[in-house]
């Protein structure tokens, strides 16, 4: 069983920049692709970006690409995804996630992900 404990949200400003963190244990971290996710008030979860066990192949959603970078250490067990030129529609609850095995990388359904922390809320105010 994988626990992961997002943080690092907050509120900022339009423009501004945020970097959460997602901390891993009870698995072997670089064994595991990794996604992040967010869900603004009614509406349906989506994907936001993923990276490989090893750190190396990204997929981002196009909304974010050029602002958002996602990456991992496998050494700290811990996931990150730096926010810059945040927008308003930028906020919602962000979630990091496993994705289960053997799907390839930058799987954008969640049934492709098994395990999840708990969110982090991400505001931004225009």
């Known amino acids: 069983q994988v626990q992961l404990v997002e943080s690092g949200g907050g509120l900022v400003q339009a423009g501004g920049s945020l970097r959460l963190s997602c901390a891993a244990s009870g698995g072997t971290f670089s064994n595991y692709a990794m996604g992040w996710f967010r869900q603004a008030p009614g509406k349906e979860r989506e994907f936001v970006a993923a990276?490989?066990?090893?750190?190396?192949?990204?997929a981002y959603i196009d909304s974010v690409k050029g602002r958002f970078t996602i990456s991992r250490d496998n050494a700290k067990n811990t996931l990150y995804l730096q926010m810059n030129n945040l927008k308003p529609e930028d906020t919602a609850v962000y979630y990091c996630?496993?994705?289960?095995?053997?799907?390839?990388?930058?799987?954008?359904?969640?049934?492709?992900?098994?395990?999840w922390g708990q969110g982090t809320q991400v505001t931004v105010s225009s």
């Open positions: 996630a496993t994705q289960r095995p053997f799907r390839g990388l930058g799987k954008t359904h969640p049934n492709d992900y098994e395990y």
């Open positions: 990276i490989s066990g090893s750190g190396g192949p990204t």
